[in-house]
């Protein structure tokens, strides 16, 4: 292995850090928007929809989409980054 | 034989063709292509392959239908079975396929290094994965039985035969071609009459957005679903009926629990590199994601076609002699029942149940109108302040999405291209499942606890004899459908949630867990699910006994958290793994040498 333990420690840190941060994200929308406070966001209309409801049964799984999309390229560039991409 | 029963044979028939021709051209010829298909498939057609994989008849036929019934709770379902797949990418995917090896319980046992641990993987995952393939069985036979028009039995034998020919010869290479092609034909069977049917009611072409539209009559199409159903006496469509705690239990249960079925992590073995792993869970879920965004709008709409045509424009019903062809052909195959509560003829839909559970049948027995003559009608009483009439319909869910062609008037060809998605559906799950089943048997067991001296040749010959066991057995099952296919979704996922995802991630995340740790809270969080779910599901446990009003479907996230909290609390006082299972540990959190998956 050419990289350092060091070296390896941070990326994995950085790793965890950049899951985290989405993780929240994914939280936010699917628990937070589709049902701890799917009833106070109905009250805002939304192309049609109450908001809530569309979180609940659309939205959040487009978001969730995007969500592996953005960890897969910002995984690729910390690979890159510490040097530990195939 | 009809234009449309020769239309549905062609469809089935050139898709079997197709999948028996695939599963010829890429057949297995050592374990490692039959575990995991040599470890070269591109990320697309992975993502392509889980999509089918993991989308079964469930997802297929009755998904559209729980929520038409249940309206906004659905969104756990919905949630559930997508929101995983981000746990999946960033939790566990890149790091099991970087540690390389070809099953769930490979990793249990060797990040663990006991076998005991490994036995209890082995064991859950083929009790997860048998429980979900009887309802895929079944599944093949009714859509066979309604299409075309052989028996229940005779449709689970040739649904047998079919996965037979290229889980058996193919392995993991076979099925993952084939689940690309079914992928395809099973996108198209939903997406095609979904696009119709929002068009036809919405005007609109995507149903994405056909569920937000305005109706002619100026009302958007989800408040007349709210008024149509408090009208009848039901609740509100876009109303939660479950607590918030239920829903989030339930929600994080299916999660956690996708997140850890072993059909679907195995899946991620197969490509050549950790950056695939990630990036073919991101396919995999936009590939979801065409069938699940629509679904809400094909419940949607169903729900609406319903209640307009069964109780016609002035809202009091239709005569049962003026119903259209798809009533008469789905209450010939019992998934429709009426029972003329009020005797005035006419069919009318409502809140309530129309008989004591499902219609019972007298034969072949007809009323003077034609109609079925039902044994079990309920005694029609109905809260007059709350709904105009009685109930007097059953409609099994599964045929929002069967009967949508017909409903909405489609082409025959559309009709023949739902039947084939169904089957497609149904068969790409079952594939995958007793693939999983046969690699536990074969690798698990026979290679890695009975007699490690086995040759390659040997385990393979064992692999292609346990799926043959397993497909009769899974047969068996589709054909004397046990109580227990209705509780699939409790205990398979219970099971997925509270056994293996904490192991997994604990074993990825912590180095210190240890083997104390990890099997202690595997026991506590089965056994905990486990018993629960008897309790509620088998013997009779009532609903104020359910603790906290979780109900067991959702009871996985608890003995989820359970399971984390044993094993950090047994890990904390017992010795700490040894120094080469930490350095594994280091090992497959740094994606460079990962190389294929290796033999061992």
């Given at each position: 292995?050419?990289?350092?333990?060091?070296?390896?420690?941070?990326?994995?840190?950085?790793?965890?850090?950049?899951?985290?941060?989405?993780?929240?994200?994914?939280?936010?929308?699917?628990?937070?928007?589709?049902?701890?406070?799917?009833?106070?966001?109905?009250?805002?209309?939304?192309?049609?929809?109450?908001?809530?409801?569309?979180?609940?049964?659309?939205?959040?799984?487009?978001?969730?989409?995007?969500?592996?999309?953005?960890?897969a390229i910002?995984m690729n560039?910390l690979d890159e980054?510490?040097?530990v991409h195939e | 034989?009809?234009?449309?029963?020769?239309?549905?044979?062609?469809?089935?028939?050139?898709?079997?063709?197709?999948?028996?021709?695939?599963?010829?051209?890429?057949?297995?010829?050592?374990?490692?292509?039959?575990?995991?298909?040599?470890?070269?498939?591109?990320p697309?057609?992975?993502?392509?392959?889980?999509?089918?994989?993991?989308?079964?008849?469930?997802?297929?036929?009755?998904?559209?239908?729980?929520?038409?019934?249940?309206?906004?709770?659905?969104?756990?379902?919905?949630?559930?079975?997508?929101?995983?797949?981000?746990?999946?990418?960033?939790?566990?995917?890149p790091?099991?396929r970087k540690?390389?090896?070809?099953?769930?319980?490979?990793?249990?046992?060797?990040?663990?290094?006991?076998?005991?641990?490994?036995?209890?993987?082995?064991?859950?995952?083929?009790?997860?994965?048998?429980?979900?393939?009887?309802?895929?069985?079944?599944?093949?036979?009714?859509?066979?039985?309604?299409?075309?028009?052989?028996?229940?039995?005779?449709?689970?034998?040739?649904?047998?035969?079919?996965?037979?020919?290229?889980?058996?010869?193919?392995?993991?290479?076979?099925?993952?071609?084939?689940?690309?092609?079914?992928?395809?034909?099973?996108?198209?069977?939903?997406?095609?009459?979904?696009?119709?049917?929002?068009?036809?009611?919405?005007?609109?072409?995507?149903?994405?957005?056909?569920?937000?539209?305005?109706?002619?009559?100026?009302?958007?199409?989800?408040?007349?679903?709210?008024?149509?159903?408090?009208?009848?006496?039901?609740?509100?469509?876009?109303?939660?009926?479950?607590?918030?705690?239920?829903?989030?239990?339930?929600?994080?249960?299916?999660?956690?629990?996708?997140?850890?079925?072993?059909?679907?992590?195995?899946?991620?073995?197969?490509v050549p590199r950790v950056k695939d792993a990630r990036s073919s869970?991101?396919?995999?879920?936009?590939?979801?994601?065409?069938?699940?965004?629509?679904?809400?709008?094909?419940?949607?709409?169903?729900?609406?076609?319903?209640?307009?045509?069964?109780?016609?424009?002035?809202?009091?019903?239709?005569?049962?002699?003026?119903?259209?062809?798809?009533?008469?052909?789905?209450?010939?195959?019992?998934?429709?029942?009426?029972?003329?509560?009020?005797?005035?003829?006419?069919?009318?839909?409502?809140?309530?149940?129309?008989?004591?559970?499902?219609?019972?049948?007298?034969?072949?027995?007809?009323?003077?109108?034609?109609?079925?003559?039902?044994?079990?009608?309920?005694?029609?009483?109905?809260?007059?302040?709350?709904?105009?009439?009685?109930?007097?319909?059953?409609?099994?869910?599964?045929?929002?999405?069967?009967?949508?062609?017909?409903?909405?008037?489609?082409?025959?060809?559309?009709?023949?291209?739902?039947?084939?998605?169904?089957?497609?559906?149904?068969?790409?799950?079952?594939?995958?499942?007793?693939?999983?089943?046969?690699?536990?048997?074969?690798?698990?067991?026979?290679?890695?606890?009975?007699?490690?001296?086995?040759?390659?040749?040997?385990?393979?010959?064992?692999?292609?004899?346990?799926?043959?066991?397993?497909?009769?057995?899974?047969?068996?099952?589709?054909?004397?459908?046990?109580?227990?296919?209705?509780?699939?979704?409790?205990?398979?996922?219970?099971?997925?949630?509270?056994?293996?995802?904490?192991?997994?991630?604990?074993?990825?995340?912590?180095?210190?867990?240890?083997?104390?740790?990890?099997?202690?809270?595997?026991?506590?969080?089965?056994?905990?699910?486990?018993?629960?779910?008897?309790?509620?599901?088998?013997?009779?446990?009532?609903?104020?006994?359910?603790?906290?009003?979780?109900?067991?479907?959702?009871?996985?996230?608890?003995?989820?958290?359970?399971?984390?909290?044993?094993?950090?609390?047994?890990?904390?006082?017992?010795?700490?793994?040894?120094?080469?299972?930490?350095?594994?540990?280091?090992?497959?959190?740094?994606p460079r040498?990962a190389?294929?998956?290796?033999?061992?």
């Open positions: 292995m050419s990289i350092s333990r060091e070296s390896a420690d941070a990326y994995w840190k950085e790793n965890v850090r950049i899951i985290l941060s989405y993780l929240v994200v994914w939280f936010v929308v699917s628990y937070g928007c589709g049902i701890l406070f799917v009833e106070q966001l109905n009250s805002i209309p939304f192309f049609g929809f109450e908001l809530g409801f569309w979180f609940a049964q659309q939205g959040s799984i487009f978001v969730f989409c995007g969500l592996i999309v953005a960890y910002s560039n980054k510490y040097d | 034989m009809d234009s449309q029963d020769i239309l549905n044979f062609t469809f089935i028939g050139a898709s079997f063709a197709l999948y028996i021709g695939i599963a010829i051209w890429a057949r297995a010829g050592s374990t490692k292509e039959f575990y995991i298909a040599g470890g070269g498939v591109p697309i057609a992975n993502g392509m392959a889980t999509a089918a994989d993991w989308m079964s008849a469930a997802s297929f036929i009755s998904l559209a239908g729980i929520i038409s019934f249940i309206g906004r709770d659905g969104a756990a379902y919905l949630m559930g079975w997508t929101g995983g797949y981000v746990m999946l990418a960033m939790l566990l995917a790091y099991l540690f390389g090896k070809f099953t769930v319980p490979d990793f249990v046992g060797d990040r663990y290094y006991s076998n005991f641990a490994r036995v209890i993987a082995v064991l859950c995952t083929i009790i997860i994965s048998f429980t979900y393939v009887a309802g895929q069985m079944r599944g093949v036979g009714i859509v066979f039985s309604r299409f075309l028009g052989v028996g229940i039995d005779q449709g689970v034998v040739i649904g047998m035969a079919i996965v037979f020919v290229y889980a058996v010869l193919g392995g993991m290479k076979g099925i993952t071609y084939t689940q690309v092609a079914q992928y395809c034909v099973l996108i198209m069977a939903f997406t095609v009459p979904a696009v119709f049917l929002s068009f036809q009611v919405t005007g609109h072409i995507l149903p994405q957005t056909g569920l937000g539209a305005t109706l002619e009559s100026g009302q958007s199409i989800l408040a007349t679903i709210d008024q149509l159903s408090t009208e009848l006496g039901f609740r509100e469509y876009t109303a939660g009926g479950k607590s918030t705690l239920d829903m989030f239990f339930l929600t994080a249960a299916l999660m956690c629990g996708t997140a850890g079925l072993p059909h679907v992590i195995v899946r991620f073995f197969t869970a991101g396919w995999a879920l936009m590939f979801i994601a065409i069938l699940y965004t629509s679904v809400p709008g094909v419940a949607a709409f169903g729900k609406y076609n319903l209640i307009t045509t069964v109780n016609g424009d002035d809202g009091r019903g239709v005569a049962y002699a003026t119903m259209p062809g798809w009533f008469k052909n789905w209450e010939n195959s019992g998934l429709i029942g009426w029972a003329d509560h009020n005797g005035d003829g006419r069919v009318q839909y409502a809140a309530g149940a129309a008989f004591q559970g499902k219609p019972e049948f007298d034969g072949e027995n007809r009323n003077t109108d034609g109609s079925r003559v039902t044994l079990n009608p309920s005694d029609g009483q109905f809260d007059a302040s709350k709904q105009p009439f009685a109930n007097e319909l059953y409609v099994d869910r599964d045929i929002m999405v069967l009967a949508n062609p017909e409903i909405a008037n489609l082409p025959g060809w559309v009709i023949a291209l739902v039947a084939a998605g169904a089957v497609a559906a149904a068969l790409s799950t079952a594939a995958g499942l007793l693939l999983v089943i046969s690699t536990a048997v074969s690798h698990d067991l026979m290679k890695k606890c009975v007699n490690p001296q086995i040759t390659d040749k040997q385990e393979l010959m064992y692999a292609r004899l346990a799926a043959i066991v397993a497909i009769f057995v899974a047969g068996y099952f589709g054909i004397n459908p046990p109580g227990f296919v209705a509780i699939v979704v409790a205990l398979a996922f219970g099971l997925a949630a509270s056994s293996f995802f904490p192991a997994i991630i604990l074993g990825i995340f912590s180095r210190r867990m240890n083997r104390e740790g990890a099997v202690a809270g595997m026991v506590v969080g089965i056994g905990s699910t486990l018993a629960y779910i008897i309790y509620f599901k088998f013997m009779g446990g009532t609903r104020d006994e359910l603790f906290m009003g979780i109900s067991p479907e959702g009871f996985g996230t608890v003995g989820m958290l359970l399971n984390f909290a044993t094993a950090f609390v047994v890990a904390a006082v017992t010795p700490p793994p040894p120094a080469e299972i930490q350095e594994i540990v280091h090992d497959i959190r740094i040498g190389g294929v998956a290796q033999a061992h």
